[in-house]
């Protein structure tokens, strides 16, 4: 299905534009989609295809009430492969289309060149429809109840997952040795030596203590990880008693949490860096005159917050302009942040010209936490009039608390942090010596919303089918939650 | 580890596949509806006392806040994490209270997680789910009126019409009717060419069909007893009877009756409100019922439904005198007789089981209740609508006949 002439025309035109300034993509390829369907593609989050289950149904309802096509949208509606696939309102105009392929390109560079994304499955389009397949199969076999409920309990954890280790390898090689961990140990490595003076060598003495010490770490290696995990999900399909065909849903539902985790750690930069293109490419190279005002209005739609509230996206291109300005002038490094005449700082300019290459090269290295920590001034904050806001459990409202920048850095950072997710930790797959499993929260200061916090361990729970632990602070207490069967859990301060 | 292979499985046509996806979307969605049926249902005692419902209108669609839905997972408690905004402000400044949250107001729109699930449903689908959680039977009309509607059946043709009602089969058979009898039609190259004379049109008549139609007597004690919590409660079962009766019938008109010692009929927005100091002589209600019954309502013409709330703290000497109106005009004559007895503390709640006692077995159509508080709205709706007679439950009086 290829585009009319008119839009072809357009996309190759904007195409050559965005090569021009020197942005690297994969192949575009745009399709046509009526409202309906972009719901649609919506609700999938980008893809066509998804494995059958209710919460596609769930977004789909939510996203026809809400949908503002926005282009902080777009997002979501060009996705991550080769070639790069990507949607268009029928209902757009022209200058709304040719808007959107400049954002494409932009997104799609994006998703080429960042770092994060280098691992990512640049054939996702078919995997996920590899992936509908395999489950459909499942489900004619074993039924859709069970394989719902299944999936039910992987959505459950689906986000546990080490977000930093997106860029390594996804398979580490088996920890264990294959040996027997009850078995004990009977034979260690004598040192080589002659058998008349392999007394002397390696006396009884050495072996033995040898011995004890080989059944010692063999002990210690009986508590598994032998390093705190973060990836629970990993951890649950090497060592969960489930059957081989739910570990194949596991295991299915975690590679597309690590397909999609590079993209819930870079929005913001991503966004921004789409916004910044279109921006640039529409004002200097493709606006006619005529045109200029709907785009300006076009652009102000899309890039406008709820007074007070923070547009994420507009964060992200401010940032990249601010950098841009600060490259370009040279405001950055030991002598600019010592001065201290603010005179001086505002009109600091050493006419550098460097701002340019710094995007392409954050674009390319940084991920939303890096780019707030490293980027984030105490000017731009009070520039762009940013704070942070509280809820007071007295006046039941939230409040600006603060603006200082410090403080609306951290908090910045802190939502961030892990794309949002608490931090939780495999400590011990063989706790009490029972194969119990323990789970740690990192408390960084806020409490776990408790209700979903037993279900989803109850969840975890139904896969080890032994008892699960989690500890984790509430109310200042440090608190372990346990789960011993279904209706029995057990809550303890310690 | 083991992982299939990707089997050459390819995206279907449709440059990024779209096209089987409408099939896809679909049966997710109705899968999911589904579910929220179920929750729904579940749930049944905490929606029907929702007052944004009460009043509206059938196909309204109401937006509900559906829990339990979302997936849980290992989340924060989001109300103590704040969030980062922009814009003017002093520190202190209030942005807005909890649970005035719009669409741009979650965290920072770019967060996980934040959304509760609202989903829409039409009120007629709800009172839908009432029916079938509660086993509620269809109401049977006794009587069709001679109010009729007509609708228009097309069951006639004619030569002249709009070309909309074109009947293509009868003018193409006319076509090769005529082309046979003279002559032009050729085996050998069958083209049948209809000419204007040939064209055939649907045509309609009106059909008569027997309306049936439904009044519904809404009948409440607003003696002084009656306080403004048991006159809620009779509000939100009142609402559910009616529209779980409006969904069988195509005309439904109400009448309101209020009493104290005294009986007169208001309109609906009154019938909530009224509060009278006297004292209580439900006989008068039933009285005016009867009345309007005999002069507006024939029974041939009208299918009769009459509900009676009270805290059953009628005047001792007037119970006869109400037992004999129900027994003799009302509970002949209705299809349904309901009683609802709230609870108040300065009631004696006798009424109810001197009902009982006195009809019990008698009527199918007698149904009685206790409405204890807005938790038993549920049972109360199954009590009334339900399928057994039940009265027999009522049927012992209580420990002392105490005030």
Known sequence: ???????????????????????????????????????????????????????????????????????????????????????????????????????????????????????????????????????????????????????????????????????????????????????????????????????????????????????????????????????????????????????????????????????????????????????????????????????????????????????????????????????????????????????????????????????????????????????????????????????????????????????????????????????????????????????????EGIDLRWDFAIETLKNIHSLWKRPVHLETVKSRRKVRLSIYDRDRFQEEVL | MNQQPTNGQKAPAGAGGTDKMVERIERDVARFRDIVKGKIKQNLRKFITNTELIGRQGKTIVSIPVPQIEIPHFTYQWRYVGGVGQGEGEEGEILWFEGQEGEGQRGAGFLPGFHPVEVEITLEELVELLGEELELPRLEPKSYGQMQSEKPRYKSIRRVGPESLRYFKRTFRQALKRQMLSGTYDHENPVIIPIHDDFRYRSFEYEPQPESKAVIFFMMDVSGSMGDEQKEIVRITAFWIDQWIRRHYRGVERRYIVHDAAAREVPEELFYRLRESGGTKISSAYKLCAKFIDEYYPTTEWNIYAFHFSDGDNWEEDDAEAFEVLDEKLLPQVNLFGYGQVHSHWGTGRFLHDLADEFSGDFENLRLTEIRSKDYILDAIRNLLGKQPNSEPFRQRPQSGRA
């Open chain 1, 1 to 443: 299905m290829s585009l009319p002439a008119e839009l072809e025309q357009a996309r190759k035109e904007i195409e050559a534009i965005a090569r021009e300034y020197g942005l690297d993509f994969f192949p575009l390829v745009f399709e046509l989609v009526s409202y309906k369907q972009m719901n649609q593609l919506a609700a999938y989050t980008g893809f066509p295809i998804r494995y059958p289950h209710w919460r596609w149904g769930m977004e789909y309802e939510r996203v026809r009430k809400s949908y503002t096509y926005g282009l902080q949208v777009i997002h979501e509606m060009v996705i991550n492969n080769n070639p790069c696939y990507a949607y268009l309102l029928s209902s757009n105009t022209l200058l709304e289309h040719k808007i959107v392929m400049a954002h494409v390109c932009a997104h799609s560079d994006f998703f080429k060149n960042n770092q994060w994304f280098a691992h990512t499955n640049r054939k996702m389009l078919d995997e996920m429809a590899n992936h509908s397949v395999r489950i459909q199969r499942y489900i004619e076999r074993y039924g859709w109840e069970r394989v719902e409920s299944f999936i039910d309990i992987c959505l459950s954890i689906e986000d546990m997952i080490d977000y930093h280790a997106v860029h390594v390898k996804r398979y580490p090689p088996e920890e264990e040795d294959g040996e027997d961990p009850e078995a004990p140990v009977l034979t260690v490595p004598k040192l080589p030596s002659k058998s008349y003076l392999d007394k002397w060598v390696n006396p009884p003495e050495f072996l033995e203590e040898l011995r004890r010490i080989r059944q010692r770490k063999k002990q210690e290696r009986r508590k598994f990880p032998s390093r705190p995990e973060k990836d629970l999900l990993l951890f649950l399909i090497q060592h969960a008693p489930i059957e081989e065909w739910q570990r194949d849903i596991l295991a299915m539902i975690r590679e597309e949490s690590y397909y999609f985790a590079p993209q819930a750690m870079t929005k913001i930069l991503n966004e921004g860096w789409a916004s910044f293109w279109h921006s640039k490419i529409m004002t200097e190279r493709v606006l006619k005159d005529s045109e200029v005002i709907d785009y300006a209005d076009h652009h102000a739609a899309v890039t406008a917050a709820a007074p007070g509230m923070l547009n994420p996206y507009k964060l992200g291109l401010e940032l990249l302009r601010d950098i841009k300005e600060r490259w370009d002038k040279g405001r950055f490094g030991k002598e600019y942040e010592e001065c201290d005449d603010l005179a001086m700082k505002e009109a600091w300019d050493k006419n550098l010209g460097l701002g340019m290459a710094k995007l392409f090269e954050v674009r390319r290295v940084h991920n939303d936490v890096t780019f707030i920590d490293t980027f984030l001034t105490e000017e731009f904050v009070r520039k762009h009039k940013l704070f942070v806001y509280e809820f007071n459990r007295y006046t039941g409202a939230y409040e600006i608390s603060s603006r200082d920048f410090e403080t609306v850095k951290q908090k910045l950072l802190f939502l961030l942090t892990n794309c949002g997710h608490p931090i939780i930790w495999v400590m011990d797959g063989n706790y009490h010596n029972r194969g119990e499993l323990y789970l740690w929260h990192q408390h």
